[in-house]
Each structure stands twice: as C-alpha cells, then as structure tokens.
C-alpha cells in the first residue's frame, strides 16, 4: 500500500487493513461545534484510548504543524498515532441544538503511512 491523504468533512474513521503497521499523522483537524450548541462533546478512539471531551464551545481545532487550542482535550490528543493491521481510529462530535441531538462535522487532512513504506 502507498500512502494515503484522506480528507473529508464528516466524522473520520480508518480501519488498517493493510497487513502492516501504520502511522497515522493528523495534519489538520477542525472539530468546531455551531454556536449555540448545548450537551456537546468531541470523541475520539484508537487501541486502548478514548476520549470524550466536552467543550464549553468552540469545539477543537488542531494538527501537526498548527499550536493546539488549550483545552484539556487538545493537550492529551496526540497528533499521531501507530495501528497494527485490524486497528481502528475514529473521530467525531455530537451535539444538541434547541432539542435535537445532532452529529457534527469534522473537517480533517490526514497522511496514513504504512510500516514498509
């Protein structure tokens, strides 16, 4: 496998199925809540992680090359991670605007590089 840039703009999810260890680099990640949001929080999982933050608002903003905002989230989010063959990372949010529970965007730029290269 070459390595891959993955970018979109919903909830993130990559599952290696490689065969191989990878390295997962988040180059950019903007998980911004709308405003007015109430009961939100932004979630992410990777073998033995998760993470569950609720921000006051704004969200989370961050990535490789960028500072991290100063929320308690961003300082234990890594900004890349290693999966052997079948792991799995995902990031997304969830939030309540007036009363209905919504799943937010996630706007993301990640480089996944496999072991061999």
Same mark, same amino acid.
Not at 2 to 26: E, H, P
């Given at each position: 496998?070459?390595? +891959? ?32 949001? +109430? ?12 993470? +569950? ?10 990535? !490789? ?21 079948? +792991? ?18 996630? !706007? ?10």
């Amino acid at each position: 496998m070459a390595s +891959q840039v993955l970018t979109g703009n919903n909830a993130f999810s990559f599952t290696n199925n490689t065969g191989q260890n990878v390295r997962v680099i988040i180059g950019y990640l903007d998980a911004t809540l709308p405003s007015g949001a +109430q009961g939100s929080s932004v979630n992410a999982s990777f073998p033995g992680v998760t993470i +569950q933050y609720n921000p006051s608002g704004g969200g989370l903003f961050m990535g !490789k090359n960028l500072p991290h905002n100063t929320t308690g989230f961003a300082q234990v989010m890594p900004n890349e991670i290693y999966l052997s063959s079948g +792991q799995t990372i995902s990031i997304s949010t969830t939030y309540v605007l007036g009363s209905v529970v919504s799943n937010g965007a996630v !706007k993301y730029n990640i480089l996944v590089i496999p072991e061999a290269g």
